[in-house]
């Protein structure tokens, strides 16, 4: 059974939902601990309740610290986004 005391233990936890994947990391590469990275997050309400989001230049600074392959795609349309935003 999955509690907060055993789920403490896994570096990274990925959960199956209804909705897709689930990440579950204790920290963030760029943007630091849970604890750190929540002033860089702003809650939004989902179907299922709230839900705290990355905000995008944490989101940004989180993919460019891990540097994969799958995420420079993202790193390109972040960037991208932002341009258009500021621009307005």
């Not at 936890?13 to 630091?32: H, I, K, N, R």
């Not at 604890?35 to 705290?52: D, K, M, N, T, Y």
């Not at 944490?58 to 610290?65: F, S, V």
Request: glycine residues 6%.
């Amino acid at each position: 059974m999955l509690t907060s005391e055993t789920a403490a233990e896994f570096r990274n936890l990925y959960l199956e939902t209804d909705w897709g994947q689930l990440d579950c990391f204790p920290e963030v590469s760029g943007a630091g601990t849970y604890e750190q990275a929540i002033h860089e997050s702003a809650e939004i309400e989902l179907a299922a309740g709230p839900c705290r989001i990355l905000s995008d230049s944490a989101l940004l600074q989180a993919k460019e610290a891990m540097d994969r392959p799958r995420d420079r795609e993202a790193i390109v349309q972040l960037r991208a986004i932002r341009e258009r935003t500021s621009g307005e």
